[in-house]
């Protein structure tokens, strides 16, 4: 059964076009405004980042956001209300670590993700080993769950993460933590390609994605983007309030005219 | 090796013991894992591997590390106290047992640069010393608070020629210096291995850690044959990720006359008052909100500053075969001065844990003879503990 995250991704490859999933991190400032914005601006859906404490798997913008959300007092089940209070427009996805899920039970967290109306999970400390548990209760749900792939990833791997994954899959673009670059790294192409090998599921490369170039440039392989931090960097710098929306829609609107460009 | 079947062997096939441990790291790092997991096995298996640790363990480290009887401790608490001294090894601590295995094995494995966190800065000490033994690079993470608490251990691996790196994101202490490392082994996983300082994070470390300090439960289980004939009645280890705690049970584990006791910090009692949880790549018991933030440990004692235990004590606690108790610092305090004037021995405030469990158990341990794991000597403490004891002294 293909979900409403992968139907959105699907229709914008069909027409011809490349995917935009900008990330926000929830609890943050007026996280709401900000996450319709992005949606307004021209994404296909929007990532949420619910905060964790410990986020190894976030560079210093994302850890910033989230010690700031949690020190105002976020949590997910009032986050998870909040978005499903929310119009978007587009399909949303929560992105949040293994620990917020397993302490409110996979079963209870995924059914509460559905009843919120949330398409997809991404859970960046759970490689594909340790899904059992979590893709039993995100399936029984209806939840995508979106695996990552590193270009450490031998190529049966590569294959075994396509096999499992949900919505799209989410090409990590570099080694390293999330965060912004000043070039795009050669890795992101080519983990692309190979997964492009391997998949019809849209393939889209996200940590180290900066610039609208960069964007153009993975996605002559790529079906799309995930861009996190250059978008929370900027929510950080305009005060993070109601004011940061028009940020955040002038960025993911200049994502997407360049990818519409090509 | 520990065969299958054993109460401290190996891990099942997911990398847990019971339902505690497994492998919950970002994709990116999974291969290295099950590289690291593969040269582990191979190298121990390898008798030119083990010679070699071996010979370092011996002609470098200064293993065998003695056991002392404690006569006037003894007599002060009415119980037959023994001590395991670990404080003696070259740096001070348990610590250099896990990180020269590590480090050969990190050579072996073709890596040229070493990446370590630390708390109290023992096992970061530890790994620049193996880094600058064997001609390594070093990267030592350590949080904020712990720099400006334990200013002479940044100096003494900065002097070793590493370089030391502040935690500046969260509680900035141990945990924090955890994430930093393994956000660094993500983007330099190529090259780099983490050599991970205690009994914790994903599959294969708390197994390897583990085995690479089964030598201080070989040693003081011949060592207590010797002296006793037998086996101590209580094997008590401090316990924050719970290494040197660890090794020491590994030696009694099988018998199951004798009692293990595991002596955690109050204010960072992962075991006593945590509840399951996965962090670090880990399932294992940890302090944490109800929402599943992960709370901040507070310790007199930085190397016991963490919030997390390794998952074999999880199981361990789980089964009953040890058990785990929790002391708070003014009992460390006591302790830790008792040691000093009773044996001659400053104790590192670490190891005080274990002592000042025996100190407040000791009409019940009556006529026992209990095994203390000794794992570090208190000079790095000193300073701080001048502070502390400025009425007393």
Same mark, same amino acid.
Not at chain 1, 51 to 70: C, Y
Not at chain 1, 227 to 249: K, M, N, W
Not at chain 2, 37 to 62: I, T
């Given at each position: 059964?293909?979900?409403?995250?992968?139907?959105?991704?699907?229709?914008?490859?069909?027409?011809?076009?490349?995917?935009?999933?900008?990330?926000?991190?929830?609890?943050?400032?007026?996280?709401?405004?900000?996450?319709?914005?992005?949606?307004?601006?021209?994404?296909?859906? =929007?990532?949420?980042?619910?905060? !964790?404490?410990?986020? +190894?798997?976030?560079?210093? $913008?994302?850890? %910033?956001? *989230?010690? /700031? @959300?949690?020190?105002?007092?976020?949590?997910?089940?009032?986050?998870?209300?909040?978005?499903?209070?929310?119009?978007?427009?587009?399909?949303?996805?929560?992105?949040?670590?293994?620990?917020?899920?397993?302490?409110?039970?996979?079963?209870?967290?995924?059914?509460?993700?559905?009843?919120?109306?949330?398409?997809?999970?991404?859970?960046?400390?759970?490689?594909?080993?340790?899904?059992?548990?979590?893709?039993?209760?995100?399936?029984?749900?209806?939840?995508?769950?979106?695996?990552?792939?590193?270009?450490?990833?031998?190529?049966?791997?590569?294959?075994?993460? =396509?096999?499992?994954?949900?919505? !799209?899959?989410?090409? +990590?673009?570099?080694?390293? $933590?999330?965060? %912004?670059? *000043?070039? /795009? @790294?050669?890795?992101?192409?080519?983990?692309?390609?190979?997964?492009?090998?391997?998949?019809?599921?849209?393939?889209?490369?996200?940590?180290?994605?900066?610039?609208?170039?960069?964007?153009?440039?993975?996605?002559?392989?790529?079906?799309?983007?995930?861009?996190?931090?250059?978008?929370?960097?900027?929510?950080?710098?305009?005060?993070?309030?109601?004011?940061?929306?028009?940020?955040?829609?002038?960025?993911?609107?200049?994502?997407?005219?360049?990818?519409?460009?090509? | 090796?520990?065969?299958?079947?054993?109460?401290?062997?190996?891990?099942?096939?997911?990398?847990?013991?019971?339902?505690?441990?497994?492998?919950?790291?970002?994709?990116?790092?999974?291969?290295?894992?099950?590289?690291?997991?593969?040269?582990?096995?191979?190298?121990?298996?390898?008798?030119?591997?083990?010679?070699?640790?071996?010979?370092?363990?011996?002609?470098?480290?200064?293993?065998?590390?003695?056991?002392?009887?404690?006569?006037?401790?003894?007599?002060?608490?009415?119980?037959?106290?023994?001590?395991?001294?670990?404080?003696?090894?070259?740096?001070?601590?348990?610590?250099?047992?896990?990180?020269?295995?590590?480090?050969?094995?990190?050579?072996?494995?073709?890596?040229?640069?070493?990446?370590?966190?630390?708390?109290?800065?023992?096992?970061?000490?530890?790994?620049?010393?193996?880094?600058?033994?064997?001609?390594?690079?070093?990267?030592?993470?350590?949080?904020?608070?712990?720099?400006?608490?334990?200013?002479?251990?940044?100096?003494?691996?900065?002097?070793?020629?590493?370089?030391?790196?502040?935690?500046?994101?969260?509680?900035?202490?141990?945990?924090?210096?955890?994430?930093?490392?393994?956000?660094?082994?993500?983007?330099?996983?190529?090259?780099?291995?983490?050599?991970?300082?205690?009994?914790?994070?994903?599959?294969?470390?708390?197994?390897?850690?583990?085995?690479?300090?089964?030598?201080?439960?070989?040693?003081?289980?011949?060592?207590?044959?010797?002296?006793?004939?037998?086996?101590?009645?209580?094997?008590?280890?401090?316990?924050?990720?719970?290494?040197?705690?660890?090794?020491?049970?590994?030696?009694?584990?099988?018998?199951?006359?004798?009692?293990?006791?595991?002596?955690?910090?109050?204010?960072?009692?992962?075991?006593?008052?945590?509840?399951?949880?996965?962090?670090?790549?880990?399932?294992?018991?940890?302090?944490?909100?109800?929402?599943?933030?992960?709370?901040?440990?507070?310790?007199?004692?930085?190397?016991?500053?963490?919030?997390?235990?390794?998952?074999?004590?999880?199981?361990?606690?789980?089964?009953?075969?040890?058990?785990?108790?929790?002391?708070?610092?003014?009992?460390?305090?006591?302790?830790?001065?008792?040691?000093?004037?009773?044996?001659?021995?400053?104790?590192?405030?670490?190891?005080?844990?274990?002592?000042?469990?025996?100190?407040?158990?000791?009409?019940?341990?009556?006529?026992?003879?209990?095994?203390?794991?000794?794992?570090?000597?208190?000079?790095?403490?000193?300073?701080?503990?001048?502070?502390?004891?400025?009425?007393?002294?």
């Amino acid at each position: 059964m293909v979900g409403p995250l992968e139907t959105a991704l699907r229709a914008r490859r069909d027409a011809g076009g490349k995917c935009l999933v900008p990330y926000l991190t929830g609890g943050l400032g007026e996280w709401v405004t900000h996450v319709q914005a992005a949606a307004a601006a021209g994404a296909d859906a =929007v990532e949420v980042g619910i905060p !964790f404490s410990d986020p +190894v798997m976030d560079g210093p $913008v994302i850890q %910033e956001a *989230s010690e /700031l @959300a949690l020190r105002a007092g976020a949590n997910p089940p009032d986050l998870i209300d909040e978005l499903g209070r929310t119009e978007v427009g587009v399909p949303t996805a929560v992105m949040t670590y293994a620990n917020l899920v397993d302490r409110a039970g996979w079963t209870r967290f995924a059914s509460s993700l559905a009843a919120a109306g949330v398409a997809g999970a991404i859970l960046p400390d759970i490689p594909l080993e340790e899904t059992g548990p979590w893709c039993e209760a995100a399936d029984g749900a209806g939840v995508e769950t979106v695996l990552l792939a590193a270009p450490t990833a031998p190529d049966e791997r590569l294959e075994r993460i =396509v096999a499992r994954s949900r919505g !799209f899959v989410y090409a +990590v673009g570099l080694l390293g $933590v999330t965060g %912004e670059r *000043s070039t /795009l @790294a050669d890795s992101a192409v080519v983990i692309a390609r190979r997964l492009k090998e391997v998949t019809d599921l849209p393939v889209l490369v996200g940590v180290g994605i900066s610039t609208p170039e960069q964007a153009v440039e993975v996605c002559g392989v790529a079906d799309g983007v995930v861009v996190g931090s250059a978008v929370v960097r900027r929510v950080l710098s305009a005060g993070a309030g109601a004011a940061a929306a028009e940020v955040v829609a002038d960025l993911v609107g200049s994502f997407r005219s360049a990818l519409d460009a090509g | 090796m520990a065969a299958a079947g054993q109460v401290m062997g190996e891990p099942d096939t997911t990398g847990r013991f019971g339902e505690y441990g497994g492998r919950f790291v970002p994709e990116t790092l999974v291969p290295a894992l099950a590289e690291l997991d593969r040269g582990f096995r191979s190298a121990w298996a390898d008798p030119e591997f083990r010679g070699e640790l071996d010979s370092l363990l011996a002609d470098y480290a200064g293993r065998p590390s003695p056991l002392t009887e404690c006569h006037r401790l003894s007599a002060e608490l009415g119980v037959r106290v023994l001590f395991k001294r670990e404080d003696l090894n070259h740096t001070g601590s348990h610590k250099i047992n896990n990180v020269l295995g590590q480090a050969l094995l990190a050579r072996r494995m073709g890596k040229s640069r070493l990446v370590a966190e630390t708390g109290a800065g023992q096992h970061g000490v530890a790994t620049a010393t193996a880094a600058a033994l064997l001609g390594m690079e070093c990267l030592v993470y350590m949080g904020e608070v712990d720099m400006a608490r334990q200013e002479l251990n940044v100096f003494r691996m900065r002097l070793l020629g590493a370089e030391v790196t502040p935690a500046t994101s969260g509680s900035r202490t141990l945990k924090d210096a955890v994430n930093e490392a393994m956000r660094d082994w993500v983007a330099s996983v190529e090259h780099s291995h983490y050599c991970l300082g205690s009994v914790m994070g994903p599959h294969p470390y708390p197994w390897m850690v583990r085995e690479f300090h089964r030598v201080i439960g070989s040693e003081a289980a011949v060592q207590c044959r010797d002296l006793l004939g037998g086996p101590p009645d209580v094997v008590v280890a401090c316990v924050g990720g719970g290494s040197n705690a660890a090794g020491i049970f590994s030696g009694f584990a099988e018998d199951p006359a004798v009692e293990l006791v595991g002596v955690e910090p109050a204010g960072g009692a992962a075991v006593g008052r945590g509840v399951p949880g996965i962090v670090h790549g880990m399932r294992s018991y940890l302090m944490q909100d109800e929402f599943g933030q992960v709370l901040e440990a507070h310790s007199i004692s930085a190397g016991l500053d963490y919030p997390g235990v390794g998952p074999e004590h999880s199981h361990l606690a789980s089964t009953g075969r040890a058990t785990y108790h929790q002391v708070d610092d003014s009992e460390v305090v006591d302790a830790f001065v008792l040691t000093s004037r009773t044996e001659g021995i400053i104790p590192a405030l670490e190891p005080a844990h274990a002592l000042a469990w025996v100190v407040r158990e000791r009409a019940a341990l009556a006529g026992r003879t209990v095994l203390v794991n000794m794992s570090g000597r208190g000079d790095k403490d000193v300073a701080q503990m001048m502070d502390v004891l400025a009425d007393r002294i």
